[in-house]
């Protein structure tokens, strides 16, 4: 990827004029980049597109000076940052914008970047910063009047609220102090007429932590701090860093770890506990705020409410939550309190059903800011698809996956469970998928985030404890014989994988027809982590991309890694050069299910093949290595054992280069395997993986 940047300076007028796209992210300073957008438009005159990243400067201020033609090319695209994490871009129009332009890049960042994107009005912060900046700083404020000890207060406003691990304290850590209140500071300058502007001014406390410097994991301390000893976090009255100790969080702890949102948000309105009181009253005044200045950030709720999730990652937005807790409930209560109630709230309890959404005709319909209607949400390409991925609709299912009707002749083999874990019931599900064959291809799908990160390890590791070494060379028949009964399945069958693709799910993807795949997949084949080979056919699958040539599959399956991305997936041959990669994650279930409808007409299963293997005189060269890696002190013993076994099955097994049937290799496969997990460190590593997560060097 870094092979197509060329970097260059703002004198190189020809790069410039040539680009079809030129994107300013320098300093947060108006007349800085006013200065440079003169320089730019000196360089590019003409049908450039020009944005400004700003994450809340006017975009109509900072191209006044500028042409028409300047001013109709240029907008407002504001990454959330790190860009390639966070799916939230703002668009953001100044007053001579054509519109026209907004919805072309709109539709590229969505298709082509796979971004979330909405539309922001032109006021300070636009919608993002505006309003996730306001709960910032609305919690400092709070917590310094409270007087509560920095954990406490990410306990409180974590996951109760629908909000990350990091809650609030770690957000500004990994934000850095300095950006938060110089952000703020935007909101503060530039709206006087805000009714709660003091809440972007920072406290004392938070200028007192600016002045000794401790601005997050930028300066390597802020409100919490790694030492030898393991975190510790800021007392804010010594400002001494003490050991971080578990918050006292009672009922509300236990309520955190609910899994349903409303559950927790009606939990805590009903808790009436001095934190139940400090986490509610943060979460009314975020909600009441978002509700005041709605028309002033957005054209809609539907845009806020985005925004929050895609750039804050918050589990719902602010209308989404009001209504979760009720309207008409809350509206009470903020006048028992004596709060007022924003006027956009007061509209729709008085001209609607009291919901912000609503069902209509199976449309998902907000309310709308200019009127007392209702208007459909637009779906993103391949939301509704999406929606369809669950068990209640399934035509077949167990604890471990279920089938699901994806419409026009295709459907869908989702894996789901605690990580998508392939045990017994997934490699039963299969089976029963392909008798049943209903339908004319097949998805193969993972349930959450992830596709899966492979074997049962937990029920290996309890058969090889016990020395049932019987069922375990059944289940790993099994299993191979779940991969080759999609491989050769009279249907097509296309792999959808997104996020972890470990062990066994990779195999799965590696037997399928072909991958239509996320960007951000994280696709390896990684059991010699657990001192394992591949015995699910992904030996198998090496040969038959790599042939006799194995040192470069050899060294990457002993390394045990999964990939960064798909590309890198791709370099390893995980990935075939034909296989569609999907910057967009909503998209990938519809690209797939695309994919395999193309498929069925006129389709054949493949047929049976013999593989070239490169026989001893690779393999002794493989020795060789292992050999020099133990003596240089950068393997173990053990370490030196699984990579023997893993060269003799990529290269055959013993005896000279030949051609091998697919049934040798998966039978050299299984033996291996099973050899490996009778060894005693084998089944150390297995346990302690199952235990910690790590692997074990023995």
């Known amino acids: 990827m870094a092979e197509r940047i060329t970097p260059g300076s703002l004198d190189d007028s020809a790069k410039i004029a040539a680009a079809d796209w030129v994107v300013e992210a320098i300093i947060e300073d108006m007349e800085a980049k006013k200065e440079l957008f003169s320089r730019v438009e000196k360089a590019a005159p003409g049908e450039q597109i020009i944005s400004s990243n700003t994450s809340g400067l ?41 519109p026209a332009l907004v919805v072309k890049m709109r539709q590229f960042l969505e298709q082509v970047l796979g971004k979330g994107t909405v539309v922001a009005r032109d006021t300070p912060n636009f919608i993002g910063n505006r309003l996730g900046v306001f709960a910032l700083m609305d919690v400092l404020h709070a917590m310094g009047e409270a007087q509560l000890e920095v954990e406490t207060v990410d306990g409180l406003t974590g996951s109760l609220l629908g909000r990350p691990r990091s809650a609030t304290l770690r957000l500004c850590d990994l934000i850095g102090l300095d950006t ?94 001095p934190q139940g009181e400090f986490a509610f009253g943060h979460l009314c005044q975020v909600l009441s705020y978002a509700a005041v200045n709605a028309a002033e950030m957005a054209e809609d709720i539907a845009q806020i409410d985005r925004a929050m999730q895609w750039g804050f990652n ?87 996956g279920f089938l699901i009707d994806l419409g026009d002749d295709v459907a869908a083999l989702v894996f789901h469970g605690k990580m998508n874990v392939l045990g017994p019931q997934a490699l039963q599900l299969v089976q029963q998928v392909v008798d049943r064959a209903s ?76 991958r239509v795949v996320a960007a951000e997949l994280q696709i390896g084949l990684v059991e010699t982590r657990v001192g394992l080979i591949p015995a699910g056919g992904g030996c198998k699958e090496m040969v038959r991309r790599q042939g006799r040539n194995i040192e470069q599959g ?67 060269k493989l020795e060789a290595w292992l050999q020099g890696e133990e003596k240089k002190g950068s393997f173990t013993a053990h370490d030196r054992a699984v990579g023997s076994a893993l060269a003799l099955v990529l290269c055959g097994g013993e005896g000279p280069a030949r051609e091998c049937s697919e049934e040798q290799l998966l039978d050299l496969e299984r033996e291996v395997f099973l050899k490996l997990c009778g060894m005693e460190f084998t089944q150390q590593r297995m346990a302690h993986m199952l235990k910690t997560g790590k692997p074990l060097r023995n």
């Not at 109509?60 to 390639?84: D, T, V, W, Y």
């Not at 393991?230 to 007392?235: S, T, Y």
């Not at 400002?239 to 349903?260: H, N, S």
């Not at 990939?563 to 909503?586: F, K, T, Y």
């Open 58 to 98: 006017s975009i109509g201020m900072m191209a006044q000076e500028r042409s028409p033609q300047f001013r109709k090319n240029f907008l407002g695209i504001h990454f959330f940052n790190p860009p390639r994490y966070m799916k939230l871009v703002e668009l953001i129009a100044g007053p001579d914008t054509d």
């Open 180 to 273: 938060l209140v110089h952000v703020a500071g935007t909101a503060h300058k530039n709206l006087p007429a805000d009714a709660r502007r003091g809440v972007f001014a920072p406290p004392d406390f938070v200028q007192r932590m600016l002045e000794r410097g401790l601005l997050g994991s930028k300066s390597g301390a802020g409100f919490y701090h790694k030492s030898a000893g393991g975190i510790e976090a800021l007392d804010l009255e010594t400002f001494e860093f003490r050991q971080q100790v578990r918050p006292e969080l009672g009922e509300l702890g236990k309520l955190a770890r609910r899994g349903d949102l409303p559950s927790r948000l009606q939990g805590l309105a009903a808790d009436s506990t």
């Open 314 to 400: 918050w589990e719902a937005g602010p209308f989404e939550i009001w209504d979760m807790l009720g309207v008409e409930n809350l509206s009470r209560r903020f006048e028992r309190d004596g709060v007022v109630v924003p006027q956009l709230v007061r509209d729709l309890l008085d001209g609607s059903e009291g919901k912000f959404y609503q069902d209509k005709g199976g449309r998902r319909q907000f309310f709308a800011l200019a009127s007392t209607d209702y208007l459909d949400v637009v779906s993103r390409p391949g939301e509704e698809l999406e929606k369809r991925v669950d068990c209640s609709g399934a035509l077949v299912q167990n604890d471990e």
């Open 439 to 514: 339908f004319g291809a097949l998805v193969l799908y993972g349930g959450g985030d992830l596709f899966s990160v492979g074997a049962d390890l937990e029920y290996m590791v309890g058969l090889a404890a016990a020395g049932n070494f019987a069922e375990l060379e059944n289940y790993v028949g099994n299993f191979q014989n779940a991969v080759l009964a999609l491989r050769y399945a009279p249907f097509p069958v296309v792999a959808a994988p997104r996020g972890l693709t470990l062990g066994g799910g990779c195999e799965f993807c590696l037997g399928a027809d072909a």
């Open 554 to 620: 050899f060294r990457t399956l002993l390394a045990g890694k999964f990939s960064d991305n798909a590309h890198q997936g791709r370099q390893w041959q995980l990935l075939d050069p034909e296989d569609e990669i999907v910057m967009n994650g909503d998209l990938l279930l519809l690209r797939a299910k695309q994919c395999a409808q193309a498929a069925i007409a006129g389709y054949e299963p493949p047929a049976a093949e013999m593989f070239g293997v490169a026989g001893d005189e690779e393999r002794e």
